[in-house]
């Protein structure tokens, strides 16, 4: 019960900072700008990272700048990223799940459905992904939390 409490504790304080914080810092890349990072990767597979350089997505997704925030300072990184394409969900589920454990991610919960959600953690960071599989596609919205230099998740929560 504790764990799913502290699970709950740190939806909530990123859910908090992303309301505070999503109508100051709209970010929308211009064409041919747009934050994503090449990777080490053929080019039949051309899944890209986006504001988080270990937060893989999809080639099938797009981004949606317009419905998408990021915030940097000195104590945080936070983000919220939307994405949306024609993708099989389970296999989109399948995609996350694989591809964050590769970049040392640990799954903390898996809610799946017609809104799945997938929670994961790192030392100094938190991810959320949502999967919204609607009729003709799915909606995939992504937050994610770094902390810098030395906070912590306690020191959030205060």
């Known amino acids: ?18 309301g505070m914080f999503a109508a100051c810092t709209p970010k929308s890349p211009s064409s041919g700008e747009g934050g ?11 899944n890209y990272y986006y504001e988080f350089d270990d ?3 999809p080639k099938e997704l797009d981004f949606k700048a317009d419905e998408s925030y990021t915030l ?18 389970q296999d989109l589920l399948q995609f996350f799940m694989n591809n964050m454990a590769k970049d040392n991610w640990e799954r903390t919960s898996a809610v799946k459905g017609k809104m799945s959600v997938l929670s994961f953690e790192k030392f100094n960071k938190s991810c959320v992904i949502q999967v919204d599989d609607s009729f003709a596609k799915a909606t995939v919205t992504i937050i994610a939390v770094e902390t810098k230099d030395g906070s ?7």
């Open 1 to 18: 019960m504790e764990v799913f409490m502290r699970m709950v504790s740190r939806f909530v304080v990123v859910l908090l900072m992303f």
């Open 36 to 46: 994503a990072q090449p990777s080490e990767q053929t080019y039949e597979n051309l």
């Open 55 to 57: 937060i893989l997505i």
């Open 72 to 89: 940097d300072n000195k104590k945080f990184r936070a983000g919220i990223m939307r994405f949306s394409g024609r993708v099989v969900v």
């Open 152 to 158: 912590t998740e306690s020191n959030l929560s205060k």
